[in-house]
């Protein structure tokens, strides 16, 4: 169960994205809704995945190096590799983080899947710790979901 806020947030992701024709469109105007949901999100974006290579697509947030990342390296490359949402409470206590601001403090990444598939993955880190909970793990799951159908559409897939 969610709270209308996220419901609202999924219901204004499904409209923007209606109208929009490219990846990179759809994308940015995701990453913007979903970043403004939170004052704790402090870099809200997405990776998408180009054969073995996770790569960063439109975001908000400050500049990172990390612009491509190979599949089981990261947090980003786990969620990937293990297909399912990652949520970090702690990024200075895990071993897979790598770091784009010495301020994050927590992180979900939530991969886009088209079947078993990966195609991308949305990633948010925070300046709080804990900050992400299992509501926020649904939201970005319905939200990765209503993306890849409409990246499935605009590629003739659907």
């Not at 704790?40 to 990172?64: A, C, D, Q, S």
């Not at 399912?84 to 990444?109: A, G, H, K, M, Y």
Request: proline content about 3%; aromatic content about 6%.
């Amino acid at each position: 169960m969610m709270d209308n806020t996220r419901e609202q947030l999924i219901d204004n992701i499904r409209i923007a994205i209606a109208a929009k024709s490219n990846e990179n469109d759809i994308l940015q105007s995701a990453a913007e809704l979903i970043d403004g949901f939170s004052d704790n999100y402090n870099w809200t974006g997405f990776y998408m995945k180009r054969g073995e290579i996770l790569e960063v697509g439109p975001y908000i947030g400050p500049k990172t190096e990390h612009t491509r990342i190979e599949l089981h390296n990261g947090i980003c490359g786990a969620a990937a590799s293990q297909k399912e949402t990652v949520i970090v409470d702690s990024v200075q206590d895990d071993p897979r983080f790598l770091s784009c601001s010495i301020n994050t403090r927590s992180e979900i990444v939530v991969p886009m899947m088209d079947g078993d598939q990966v195609l991308g993955e949305i990633d948010i880190d925070s300046n709080r710790s804990a900050n992400f909970n299992t509501q926020d793990k649904t939201m970005l799951e319905e939200i990765a979901n209503i993306l890849v159908r409409r990246l499935k559409e605009i590629n003739g897939k659907e």
